[in-house]
T-cell receptor, first 113, second 114 residues
Framework: DAGITQSPRHKVTETGTPVTLRCHQT?????MYWYRQDPGHGLRLIHY???????DKGEVSDGYSVSRSKTEDFLLTLESATSSQTSVYFC????????????FGPGTRLTVT | QKEVEQNSGPLSVPEGAIASLNCTYS??????FFWYRQYSGKSPELIMF????GDKEDGRFTAQLNKASQYVSLLIRDSQPSDSATYLC??????????????FGKGTKLSVIP
């Protein structure tokens, strides 16, 4: 959806290097989410944010940190990437007058070699 | 551990038939239920949401919710080859701040045969 973008869209990195993924939304919405999607596991919540500087852990938060210094940006950082973090990462937020519905960005495919 | 269960499929239906996708959930406190469609290599796309018991129709799609049985389904009428995708069921957690977190099933792969 045009209201939410992710960058980069593809990234290859080496084990042990730090990686930051960016999610940007134009809806000025409080809630933003980071998920990872892996075969056999489906979509799993990593971290979420309910406002600037307000974040909390999801189901699979180990090895990840997040930051939200502006309403429109939610950053996901892998402090020291591991091969197990090879995945597709999706950001989500709410759009318009949505109550609980979440809308997803286009995703980032991350490969850790 | 709150769970959302779906048959992984593949579910194959002929073009023009009704496709029925099912989902069960374990958290009795869940209040909101969602169906997403995901094409291969693409992001999930919200196609239906339902908050109350009963049926909700939108075009060729009908979502059905039975909270007593902890069961939600998606019917796709007049299935088209373009409906071939993986369908993800999602439910929110209980009330309060958890209402804004979703738990996803692993998805059912639907194949519509021309």
């Amino acid at each position: 959806d045009a209201g939410i973008t992710q960058s980069p869209r593809h990234k290859v990195t080496e084990t042990g290097t730090p990686v930051t993924l960016r999610c940007h939304q134009t809806e000025n919405h409080r809630y933003m989410y980071w998920y990872r999607q892996d075969p056999g596991h489906g979509l799993r919540l990593i971290h979420y944010s309910y406002g600037v500087k307000d974040t909390d852990k999801g189901e699979v938060s180990d090895g990840y940190s997040v930051s939200r210094s502006k309403t429109e940006d939610f950053l996901l950082t892998l402090e020291s990437a591991t091969s197990s973090q090879t995945s597709v990462y999706f950001c989500a937020t709410k759009l318009g007058q949505a109550q609980y519905e979440q809308y997803f960005g286009p995703g980032t495919r991350l490969t850790v070699t | 551990q709150k769970e959302v269960e779906q048959n992984s499929g593949p579910l194959s239906v002929p073009e023009g038939a009704i496709a029925s996708l099912n989902c069960t959930y374990s958290d009795r406190g869940s209040q909101s239920f969602f169906w997403y469609r995901q094409y291969s290599g693409k992001s999930p796309e919200l196609i239906m949401f339902i908050y109350s018991n009963g049926d909700k129709e939108d075009g060729r799609f009908t979502a059905q919710l039975n909270k007593a049985s902890q069961y939600v389904s998606l019917l796709i009428r007049d299935s088209q080859p373009s409906d071939s995708a993986t369908y993800l069921c999602a439910v929110n957690r209980d009330s309060g701040a958890g209402s804004y977190q979703l738990t996803f099933g692993k998805g059912t792969k639907l194949s519509v045969i021309p």
